[in-house]
């Protein structure tokens, strides 16, 4: 069974300075997929960054950035300038390749930004 | 990008009762929809995939004859919590497969408590 672990329950960053947020997995298999999602105190799942495991080329979308080890199977997100309205909680997620595959969460890590 | 509506996003109901919750994709059609779970500062726990045309596909431990789910249309996913009692009170979120974007996107939520 594919297994997703945070290991951070809490982050904190100062506005403008940047944040790594850890996620490990676990898989026997070699098509898969990674997320990041974020999740505001509205509870709305807002998809930050998504990953292919076929790519060497690590994601990135704006300020967020993820670095993929594929190798030792690693999924961090890095968020640059931080901004106040990134406080939420995040979510590293695994899919398996193919189609319409079941999300697997990890337990989260809340994001407070500071001023 | 797609979206994917919930309905209703609160809902108060006395305990025995059934409550319905809708689960709509808007502009694509979804073969695929997923049922999570989330308890307060917990994860997303999936509890099923529903299928359009044919039985949803339970997770261990989630009990199908109490939490029913009917995926009668491509755009359409309703999970009836039967014979509601307060510990199921909790936050349900659904999420579709967009098929042409390889993409799954999440609805709002909803809110149950049972008194």
């Known amino acids: 069974a594919q297994t997703v672990t945070q290991s951070q329950p809490e982050m904190s960053v100062q506005e403008a300075e940047t944040v790594t947020l850890s996620c490990t997995y676990d898989?026997?298999?070699?098509?898969?997929?990674l997320f990041w999602y974020k999740q505001p105190p509205s509870r709305q799942m807002i998809l930050v960054i998504r990953?292919?495991?076929?790519?060497?080329q690590n994601a990135t979308e704006n300020r967020f950035s993820v670095n993929f080890q594929k190798a030792a199977k690693s999924f961090s997100l890095k968020i640059s300038d931080s901004q106040l309205g990134d406080a939420a909680m995040y979510f590293c997620?695994?899919?398996?390749?193919?189609?319409?595959?079941?999300?697997?969460f990890g337990t989260g890590t809340r994001l407070q930004v500071t001023l | 990008g797609a979206v994917v509506s919930q309905h209703p996003s609160w809902v108060i109901c006395k305990s025995g009762t059934s409550v319905k919750i809708e689960c709509r994709s808007l502009?694509?059609?979804?073969?695929?929809m997923f049922w999570y779970r989330q308890f307060p500062k917990q994860s997303l726990m999936l509890m099923a995939t529903?299928?359009?045309?044919?039985?949803?596909?339970?997770e261990q431990g989630v009990e199908k004859d109490k939490f029913l789910i009917n995926h009668a249309s491509l755009t359409l996913s309703t999970l009836t919590v039967t014979s509601a009692h307060p510990e199921d009170s909790s936050f349900y979120i659904c999420?579709?497969?967009?098929?042409?974007?390889?993409?799954?996107?999440f609805g709002e939520g909803s809110w149950l408590t049972v008194v």
């Open positions: 502009d694509f059609q979804a073969t695929t």
């Open positions: 529903s299928n359009e045309g044919s039985k949803a596909t339970y």
């Open positions: 990953q292919e495991a076929y790519k060497q």
């Open positions: 898989t026997s298999e070699s098509d898969y997929y």
């Open positions: 999420s579709a497969w967009d098929r042409g974007e390889n993409t799954i996107y």
């Open positions: 997620a695994y899919s398996r390749g193919g189609t319409a595959s079941k999300l697997t």
